[in-house]
């Protein structure tokens, strides 16, 4: 399993990285790992609203379907356009090519709030 030291994450599995007021968010690669193949992605638009710990979009795979939770408040300032017609994208690279969107995030600080890749390590194998 990989979990870079420089992404927070989220008890719902989800991986964040800060840039200025900037997050890329998506899900970790032991998410995509306990999935299996994913077949089908929903994102929201451009433009919608997220509140922090509610679900986002919808991640489906041969095994299961479940919702992605946003890890912060923000409006949504770009969504991968790869993923709907390629979402398999997301095991193959779920932290490069396989993120899911970009939030202009309300408070920023709350991202420090998230888990280090270390608590998160501890969080899955625990």
């Known amino acids: 399993m990989d979990f870079p030291e420089e992404y927070k994450y989220t008890e719902d599995h989800e991986w964040v990285s800060l840039e200025g007021d900037i997050v890329t968010v998506g899900i970790t690669d032991f998410a995509q790992d306990q999935l299996g193949d994913v077949v089908f992605v929903e994102l929201p638009e451009v433009g919608d609203e997220l509140q922090s710990g509610k679900p986002f979009g919808?991640?489906?795979?041969?095994?299961?379907?479940?919702?992605?939770?946003?890890?912060?408040?923000?409006?949504?300032?770009?969504?991968?356009?790869?993923?709907?017609?390629?979402p398999e994208t997301i095991n193959q690279s779920p932290y490069d090519d396989g993120w899911m969107l970009k939030v202009r995030v309300v408070d920023p600080a709350v991202v420090e709030n998230l888990m280090t890749a270390t608590d998160y390590q501890t969080f899955v194998e625990g």
């Open 58 to 86: 919808v991640v489906e795979s041969v095994k299961a379907v479940s919702d992605v939770y946003a890890p912060v408040s923000g409006e949504v300032i770009e969504v991968n356009e790869v993923l709907p017609d390629d």
